[in-house]
């Protein structure tokens, strides 16, 4: 039986295979709808999670260990709700936040939305430890404790 709020192994396999099918157009040069786009740019973006994506059935069952870092499609994920925030510019602080890193951080883009990640893993953390949503007021905090000179 899963813990409270933990996809069932069929959820993720379905989840994962997004992932693989827009990842494997990609590399086909196959026609892309918009979210495969969005997803083929992110993996595409980390070469060293490229090689999960030579064995289908590895890729769709693997556990990640936590003490190895980052869960590779967690990242992956995360990366792709980031991308979604600041493009409808929700929470509103989110596209500010990305604009400052770059403009008066000095950060590339990847870099930036990096820092931003690690706030979102970390409401993402505090949400499922709670058994419930993320808070959006403590994500928003966090943000702008980024845009602080």
Request: hydrophobic share 40%.
């Amino acid at each position: 039986m899963n813990e409270p709020n933990t996809p069932d192994r069929e959820q993720l396999r379905a989840h994962r295979q997004i992932f693989w099918d827009a990842w494997q157009k990609a590399q086909a040069d196959l026609p892309l709808d918009a979210l495969q786009v969005r997803i083929a740019r992110i993996i595409g973006m980390h070469p060293e999670y490229h090689h999960f994506f030579n064995d289908l059935e590895d890729f769709l069952d693997r556990d990640f260990e936590v003490d190895s870092g980052m869960n590779p499609y967690l990242h992956l994920s995360l990366h792709l709700a980031l991308e979604e925030q600041v493009a409808i510019h929700q929470p509103p602080e989110v596209a500010g936040c990305l604009e400052f890193l770059m403009q008066r951080k000095n950060k590339d883009r990847h870099d930036a939305l990096h820092a931003i990640l690690e706030v979102l893993a970390e409401t993402v953390y505090y949400a499922q430890q709670r058994g419930g949503e993320p808070d959006i007021q403590a994500y928003s905090a966090g943000l702008k404790e980024l845009m602080k000179p």
